[in-house]
């Protein structure tokens, strides 16, 4: 093996091993927090704290389901993030396609007015939006905690961007044989925008899965709570008792790191083509 060889072969280890343990650094808290789950309570208090359950138990998960109603706060969360998910991809998709594509008096000035929201912090609007919804019934309602999900600047932008490269021949050549502008939407752009519809799928779900504030203010009946309130509720009364607050952090992280195991591939895709694209 000639020098530049052993060079290279030395560097890619180097780098290679860098990696792993950066990996590795980073997957240990959600690894002991798994492990974590599984032990008895008061188990992980010790000094230094175990690594591996002694004995192996479910009692925090049947506490978590059968006394604490975390099944209940799970379904919330799944109906919310749910609605959220398909409602914004809808609302998203189709003000995206409209600034990339619809020729109609001030759209440049709109979308620029709207990228200047991005500056405002999403907490401003938080109460007068509160106040909004009480007055037309919808606090404590599933569709009151899904409105600041439903549409995103981020959002529009994002498909925006990806539809822009959409051909234009393509488009007129649909209006030419009688196409309308929905028969075009949905049987020629959706089809063309799937890999970022998918990666705003993720966002979407994400966003409303791990919210915290907005269920807290529109949410104050404990039946409709979502798993992050509702956690951070079971914190409260069970401060000392490290194994079952991880037995609801792992039901809180698990849905969508599967969700995001399934769906990476569509997702890079989705965000590599529309920064080679955009």
């Known amino acids: 093996m000639n020098s530049v060889a052993r060079q290279r072969l030395w560097s890619s280890v180097a780098v290679n ?107 401003v609007a938080m109460m007068p939006l509160f106040l909004l919804l009480k007055q037309m019934g919808l606090v404590n309602t599933y569709f009151g905690a899904m409105v600041t999900g439903l549409a995103s600047v981020f959002g529009i932008f994002l498909v925006r961007q990806y539809a822009r490269s959409l051909p234009d021949e393509l488009l007129e050549a649909a209006r030419i044989d009688g196409a309308g502008e929905a028969r ?32 807290l203010i529109v949410l104050s009946d404990q039946t409709m709570q979502t798993l992050p309130v509702a956690l951070a509720n079971l914190s409260r009364e069970h401060v000392q008792d490290n194994e079952l607050m991880m037995a609801g952090a792992v039901v809180t992280v698990i849905p969508v790191l599967v969700l995001f195991l399934v769906l990476q591939r569509y997702y890079l895709q989705g965000l590599l083509v529309g920064s080679v694209k955009g």
Do not use: C
């Open 184 to 215: 075009i939407f949905f049987q020629i752009v959706l089809p063309a925008l799937r890999p970022i519809l998918v990666t705003l799928a993720i966002f979407a779900f994400l966003g409303a899965w791990n919210d915290f504030m907005w269920p």
């Open 17 to 123: 091993g860098a990696l792993i343990m950066f990996a590795a650094a980073a997957l240990a808290p959600l690894v002991w927090m798994l492990l974590v789950s599984f032990m008895r309570p008061g188990e992980a208090s010790h000094f230094p704290p175990p690594w591996w359950p002694t004995e192996p138990t479910l009692h925090n998960y049947r506490e978590l389901f059968l006394r604490a109603g975390m099944g209940r706060y799970l379904l919330n969360s799944f109906i919310i993030a749910t609605g959220v998910m398909l409602i914004s991809v809808l609302l998203n998709t189709l003000a995206g396609y409209a600034f990339a594509k619809l020729r109609f008096k001030g759209r440049e000035r709109t979308f620029r007015a709207l990228l200047a929201a991005l500056v405002i912090p999403a907490q």
